[in-house]
């Protein structure tokens, strides 16, 4: 078990068959030595990436990201989530569903922040069905910049984002996939990696 399956056995509360809450540690109260820690894993597994920028969605992600950010040497842009349907031409735009909360945000990149040629390093706390992901990816795509690689912190591996962006054909490395968890007993089970 790596560092972070330690620290979710530890710490993640199962709340429901498909939700883990890790907001004592993750992406309400975080763990700055924890998030540190990632950020260095992170930057092992992409170490052979050419990587000019990192990109997260609001707002958990960017707290994370950050630190990848800074592991990099990079800036970090964060994509905006917005209900705005007026969106004038200075933005990058995605449509992303959440299946989670059952809404539709538009989410917006500034094209200020995102240029053809650049080689981005997409972060995120999570993954589930992979909306946000794929709508991180479609407007790196469209500023004519390479998604370099897709790090996840937790992916529920039961959910189909994993497989999704992997067929897809980019290079998603997740620290911790959940392939399991039961309410009743608390239990989580870790993909081997
Ligand atoms: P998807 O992007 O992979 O399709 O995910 P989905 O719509 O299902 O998830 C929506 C939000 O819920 C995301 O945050 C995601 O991080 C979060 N989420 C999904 N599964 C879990 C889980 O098991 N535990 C926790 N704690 N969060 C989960 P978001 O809407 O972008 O919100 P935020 O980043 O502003 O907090």
Do not use: W
Request: net charge negative; with cysteine; aromatic share 8%.
């Amino acid at each position: 078990m790596n560092f972070l399956e330690e620290r979710i056995i530890k710490d993640g509360v199962v709340k429901s068959s498909n939700v883990l809450k890790v907001d004592s540690f993750l992406n309400h109260q975080m763990d700055i030595a924890l998030i540190e820690e990632i950020a260095k894993e992170f930057k092992r597994r992409f170490a052979d990436k050419t990587v000019t920028k990192v990109m997260t969605i609001e707002a958990s992600g960017i707290g994370i990201a950050a630190f990848v950010a800074k592991e990099f040497g990079v800036p970090l842009v964060f994509a905006k989530k917005s209900k705005s349907i007026n969106i004038d031409g200075d933005v990058f735009v995605a449509e992303v569903e959440s299946f989670t909360h059952r809404n539709k945000n538009q989410v917006i990149v500034s094209k200020k922040f995102l240029h053809e040629g650049e080689h981005i390093l997409i972060i995120d706390d999570f993954m589930a069905n992979g909306c946000a992901m794929q709508g991180l990816i479609s407007i790196v795509e469209s500023a004519g910049a390479t998604v370099e690689g897709c790090g996840i912190v937790i992916e529920k591996g039961f959910q189909i984002g994993g497989r999704v962006i992997r067929n897809l054909g980019y290079h998603v490395e997740s620290l911790a996939i959940v392939d399991a968890m039961d309410a009743e007993t608390g239990s989580v089970t870790f993909r081997e990696q």
